[in-house]
């Protein structure tokens, strides 16, 4: 590497102004490559995402989230009394939201690719905050959560991903914890409208609120960040194309938005993506029904639902933060789908009447559950260096991770109650395929990648390889593997 220099964008040609005006800050592969990125300024620059970014994505999809998985303790408060729902009413609810939540995933990618995440996910949130009915709801949530990795992968690099995927997912886990008191302390409310239909409200309205101060606040690539300065923005642009993407506020093609389609593996990782996605359903949905099984009062068991989220955020922002430190996913994947099995199987085994076992089994659900959406988006987008084909594999294996929730929604149906014996067998044998599914990948990875390595005579990892020279994406030979 060459010392530390000075670069302006575009140095090395003749440009117009307009087109400097337009899409600045565009490297050259040697120019990338003869740039050493200070090590204090790329610290101050993530602290600065962190600051400004993080609380403002955790608290945008905290509230989504508590908008979406309400149903659960909308249920121990007589929802389906109220509404008269008899059979597998509630679960055909279930269905239609889970259907429009998947679907919309893919489109959620395109559009948000086209017209900027910073711009759609307040908007994707403010809609679905004011829906009650859920096929609405589904479709604007489902638009809103691919949009948060591509978002994030367009300001962290592929050794700092992780942890904040965590953060933001981690949100999911609090929004259980935080219904759940939410949800003790309306429930004791004495009025005329149904704590249920409280609890709707509240929420729908804490959503519409936030929706509204993010479209103020989030900037869309790191060199439109106003609070950072221009060598700031240079070097926040550089540790990107070093270590993340080929080109920073890449121009949309439908080419290359649609080039993960071609490769075989992507095929493959969506029917992973469906075999965690319907754990991750079962931890943030029916979590309530599970604890019910203990015959607690309504207002008792939303109460145990908090620790078992509480705990499941500090799993998931330590197995994120050893997963950057080694940058490693895969054994992180195996290991998290393997809690969720251990958790599902105890919980299949256990006799009603064991509360204690039975709730540490919830525990471990919980826990693994929460870990795959982080580790799982972390991996696919740090093997993809192109912005458009991010958005369209991230958008599709969210479709296939939500259609995870349409097996969970007619599998822990009302007539297998309190037990769920059958559903917890069904999710735990698709953890086994998961776990199977991403060994077998990560040996077919690594294989390569010491292939690689012997053809050239070198010793590479994927930090030694400039992401911007890697347009080709595993086509290039100089390309490795993230495992």
């Known amino acids: 590497m060459a010392d530390s220099k000075e670069l302006s964008p575009k140095s090395s040609a003749v440009i117009s102004v307009d087109e400097v005006v337009a899409r600045p800050y565009q490297y050259s592969p040697a120019e990338v490559e003869g740039f050493t990125v200070d090590p204090a300024t790329s610290r101050h620059i993530c602290r600065q995402y962190d600051l400004r970014i993080m609380p403002i994505i955790f608290c945008m999809y905290l509230f989504s989230a508590l908008d979406r998985g309400n149903l659960g303790n909308a249920k121990t408060d007589g929802l389906n009394n109220d509404l008269g729902l008899v059979g597998n009413q509630y679960n055909n609810i279930l269905t239609i939201q889970s259907a429009t939540f998947a679907g919309m995933a893919i489109f959620g990618g395109y559009i948000t690719k086209r017209f900027g995440a910073s711009r759609m996910m307040p908007t994707y949130m403010f809609f679905g905050g004011i829906m009650i009915v859920r096929y609405f709801l589904g479709s604007f949530e489902g638009l809103f959560g691919p949009t948060v990795p591509i978002y994030l992968t367009s300001f962290y690099t592929r050794g700092e991903l992780a942890k904040r995927l965590a953060v933001w997912y981690s949100s999911t886990a609090i929004s259980g914890a935080f219904s759940g008191l939410l949800s003790y302390g309306v429930f004791q409310i004495e009025s005329s409208i149904p704590g249920w239909k409280i609890l709707f409200l509240i929420e729908g309205g804490l959503t519409v609120l936030v929706a509204i101060i993010a479209s103020f606040t989030l900037p869309a690539f790191p060199q439109r960040c106003p609070w950072l300065t221009d060598n700031e923005k240079e070097v926040a642009v550089m540790r990107l194309l070093k270590d993340s993407s080929q080109s920073v506020d890449a121009e949309f093609t439908h080419k290359e938005f649609f080039a993960p389609a071609k490769d075989w593996k992507f095929y493959i990782l969506m029917i992973f993506a469906l075999t965690y996605g319907t754990a991750s359903s079962t931890a943030t949905t029916f979590l309530p029904q599970l604890i019910s099984r203990f015959e607690f009062s309504a207002v008792k068991t939303n109460l145990y639902t908090v620790a078992p989220n509480l705990v499941a955020v500090v799993y998931l922002l330590t197995i994120a933060s050893l997963s950057d430190f080694f940058r490693q996913r895969t054994i992180f994947l195996a290991v998290a789908m393997t809690t969720t099995m251990t958790g599902c199987i105890i919980l299949a085994a256990t006799s009603i009447h064991q509360i204690g076992v039975g709730y540490f089994a919830c525990f471990l659900i919980q826990c693994g559950a929460h870990v795959p959406t982080t580790m799982f988006h972390s991996w696919h987008n740090n093997n993809d260096p192109s912005e458009n084909g991010r958005a369209f594999r991230t958008g599709t294996l969210t479709l296939a991770a939500n259609a995870g929730s349409l097996i969970s929604a007619n599998i822990f149906l009302d007539s297998w109650a309190p037990k769920y014996t059958k559903a917890l067998i069904i999710s735990a044998c698709l953890q086994v395929l998961g776990i ?48």
């Open 436 to 483: 199977s599914i991403v060994l077998s990948l990560r040996t077919y990875m690594a294989l390569e990648n010491k292939k690689r390595n012997k053809q050239q005579g070198v010793n590479w990892k994927t930090e030694d390889v400039p992401t911007v020279a890697l347009v080709e994406g595993p086509k290039n030979k100089h390309f490795r593997y993230f495992l």
